[in-house]
């Protein structure tokens, strides 16, 4: 039984270059959810899909960012010109249905300098 | 906007005590609450889910309590163990406001052997 994955782990990365991330649900689960979370801080909800469709997206989620799920499976979150402000843990999670256990992966550790 | 409040920030119990956690949230009106697990660096691990229509959930050593009314929850810890220490997060899903988890800051919590 995988968990949620998460590639890569770590990125550092130089202030005004493109990131992108990917998060792996369990595979039985359609619905995503993209989080962010900073030093001492609990996690920061970024957006929600459900299969394919991009239901929901917080404030947060600027016009820098953008994510997609594209075949309802595995989701990539890219964050153009990135900021220092942007440097924090980007963690995604994954449930079986809507309002169920929300299960996490391991985060996507990004640093820009 | 749901915010959620954990007490204490910290805490630091020698092995073998029992300990309480708490957690409180401002709109009463809440689909569900999750408690986590977070060791340094790493992804959330679930630990307990509350449906709203429930008062509480136990899973080993662990029991959460949920009043709905009060806006609180509470983790009990029994027997803490070293293995225990990490941050215990707190999470609150509304009924009326998106699919988003709102989180507090979290509880440090260290058990000394």
Known sequence: DTGVSQDP?????KRGQNVTFRC?????????????QTLGQGPEFLTYFQNEAQLE?????????SAERPKGSFSTLEIQRTEQGDSAMYLCASSLVVGGEQFFGPGTRLTVL | KQEVT?????????????LVLNCSFTDSAIYNLQWFRQDPGKGLTSLLLI???QREQTSGRLNASLDKSSGRSTLYIA??????SATYLCAVRASNSGYALNFGKGTSLLVTP
């Open chain 1, 9 to 13: 782990r770590h990125k550092i990365t």
């Open chain 1, 24 to 36: 792996d649900p369990i595979s039985e689960h359609n619905r995503l959810y993209w989080y962010r």
């Open chain 1, 57 to 65: 997206k917080s404030r947060l989620l600027s016009d820098r960012f």
């Open chain 2, 6 to 18: 954990q007490i204490p920030a910290a805490l630091s119990v020698p092995e073998g005590e029992n």
């Open chain 2, 51 to 53: 449906q709203s229509s």
């Open chain 2, 79 to 84: 027997a803490s163990q070293p293995g225990d």
